[in-house]
């Protein structure tokens, strides 16, 4: 009976320890559910250009405070990294650099899933309006020449 006993006990401390192993939970090499400094939830997201394919992580802003608060204040943004904020209904959207630190490149997406137009290298701190050409799905924002470096343009279909 006593060896029984600790063999349950073992056998509870291992499953403890597993903690959030399963399905939909991050496994080694994976980015985290959600971002370390923004606490936003975070999904892969895909660019393509002809039979090119570039792979982002982003963090998702999809309430009306998460939008609002977007990446103000951030010191920083890896090359692979982004924010998207998507818009349900479809709608012309405009942003703006209010308290953002770090340059941009606002990427705006149509219903279609293609990248409507680019405003490319977004200022710090600059309150000019950033609009899209028409009803979009979504914006999704990189760093600062990111898009130029990569070679994407409008056109190019975005998935996530």
């Not at 997201?45 to 103000?72: C, D, N, P, S, W």
Request: hydrophobic share 45%; glycine share 10%.
């Amino acid at each position: 009976m006593k060896r029984w006993m600790i063999l349950a006990a073992a056998a509870l401390a291992l499953a403890a320890c597993k903690g959030g192993a399963g399905p939909g939970s991050p496994t080694a090499g994976e980015a985290p559910a959600l971002h370390p400094e923004s606490g936003l939830p975070v999904a892969p997201l895909t660019i393509e250009r002809g039979e090119k394919t570039y792979h982002f992580r982003v963090e998702l802003a999809q309430t009306t405070q998460q939008q609002a608060q977007g990446l103000m204040f951030r010191t920083k943004l890896g090359p692979a990294e982004g924010m998207l904020f998507p818009l349900d209904p479809p709608r012309t959207a405009s942003f703006w650099m209010r308290n953002t630190v770090i340059g941009l490149d606002l990427l705006f997406i149509a219903a279609d899933g293609r990248i409507a137009n680019i405003a490319a290298n977004a200022k710090p701190y600059d309150e000019t309006p950033l609009r899209s050409a028409g009803p979009v799905k979504a914006v999704l924002e990189l760093p600062g020449g990111r898009a130029a470096e990569l070679g994407i343009v409008a056109g190019d279909r975005v998935s996530w």
